[in-house]
């Protein structure tokens, strides 16, 4: 196994859309009944946007990551775009944050990492890498996802299980002395899986201006069922790469902060490979699949409820469009 990576987090932030989505609400909508989508989706409620554009909300998670981390804005050196939709096709993500925060003429670095829900999980291993280098010394991670804009309400199984948020991290490189850093990174993609979970449209092969382009080509599509099989399947060797003994419990990982992809996807981390239910963060009842900004939410969560301490392992778990799964292991 590679040495460890000296990543240290010293800030974390959360936007939170205002307004509040009942399953009553959603249910009205895509004709199930709101205890069926808290029975088979495992959520309650969730947030949608009222309004704010995702540069505005990454932006909003950004301050208070920087507040956290006692930073000024303008001491960064790069902010990456870690999220799974995009607020528009060009210019990068990146560079609207770096605009709603002020920073338009700074000249900061600014790029973006799109691996679907996985986004904010390959942004922490690359930034990793990139402190290590010393290319970089102060990093801002981003990850600001709507996806309500693009909901089939004709699929209540997907349509009841989404949500808006932002959560954003400042990571450096870590101080002599402490213990922080990366200590795993594994990232395994399978195309085979590519129509699973999709979007079609917004690209060039079905341009919104094209004659040939359907409105239901940019609206969200997933095969829930066929994601959740491959994923079993290919799940034991992925996470035995990740860390020989991971696929049969948690060892000596404090706390487990994995994607907030379903109820059943959350059920099977105990059931399957003896994940310590206790030792496992959720916040998937009351703010549904946040897609790249789920993992980082939940992370804040954790943090600002005291569940995560300096110096306690953890481990960053999820999978995402492609068919992707990863996964991070790291020392706080």
């Known amino acids: 196994m590679p040495a460890p990576l000296p990543l240290q987090f010293?800030?974390?932030?959360?936007?939170?859309?205002?307004?509040?989505v009942t399953n009553e609400e959603v249910a009205a909508r895509c004709g199930v009944s709101a205890s069926w989508i808290e029975k088979n989706q495992g959520v309650r409620e969730r947030r949608w946007v009222d309004g704010e554009t995702a540069s505005e909300m990454g932006a909003s998670a950004a301050r208070e990551a920087l507040r956290d981390a006692d930073m000024d804005p303008a001491d960064l050196d790069l902010i990456l775009n870690c999220s799974g939709t995009q607020e528009q096709a060009i210019p990068d993500g990146a560079a609207l944050v770096q605009r709603a925060l002020g920073l338009g003429d700074s000249g900061i670095a600014c790029m973006s990492l799109h691996v679907t829900c996985l986004s904010f999980v390959a942004g922490v291993d690359v930034a990793a890498s990139l402190l290590a280098t010393g290319r970089y010394q102060r990093i801002l991670l981003v990850s600001s996802d709507i996806s309500s804009c693009a909901l089939d309400?004709?699929?209540?199984e997907t349509c009841s299980l989404f949500g808006d948020l932002a959560a954003a991290a400042v990571v450096i490189r870590t101080p002599e002395g402490e213990p922080s850093c990366v200590h795993a990174a594994r990232f395994e993609t399978y195309g085979d899986g590519a129509d699973f979970t999709t979007i079609p449209g917004g690209g060039t092969r079905?341009?919104?201006n094209a004659t040939h382009t359907r409105f239901e080509d940019n609206l969200f599509h997933?095969?829930?069922?066929?994601?959740?099989?491959?994923v079993l399947k290919k799940a034991p060797a992925f996470l035995e790469a990740l860390?020989?003994?991971?696929?049969?419990g948690l060892g000596d990982i404090r706390l487990l902060v994995p994607h907030q992809a379903?109820?059943?996807a959350l059920h099977a981390h105990a059931t399957r490979y003896g994940f310590d239910e206790t030792r496992t963060a959720a916040t998937l009842d009351r703010l549904g699949n946040c897609v790249a900004a789920s993992i980082p939410a939940t992370l804040y969560e954790a943090v600002r409820a005291g569940r995560i301490a300096r110096g306690?392992?953890?481990l960053l778990l999820g999978t995402g469009a492609g068919l992707s799964m990863g996964g991070v292991i790291l020392t706080w």
Do not use: T, Y
């Open 312 to 314: 306690d392992k953890i």
């Open 10 to 20: 010293v800030g974390v932030g959360c936007h939170l859309p205002a307004r509040v």
């Open 153 to 156: 309400w004709s699929r209540a």
């Open 243 to 248: 860390q020989p003994g991971l696929s049969r």
């Open 262 to 264: 379903s109820r059943l």
């Open 206 to 208: 079905r341009h919104p």
């Open 222 to 230: 997933m095969d829930g069922r066929r994601v959740f099989r491959m």
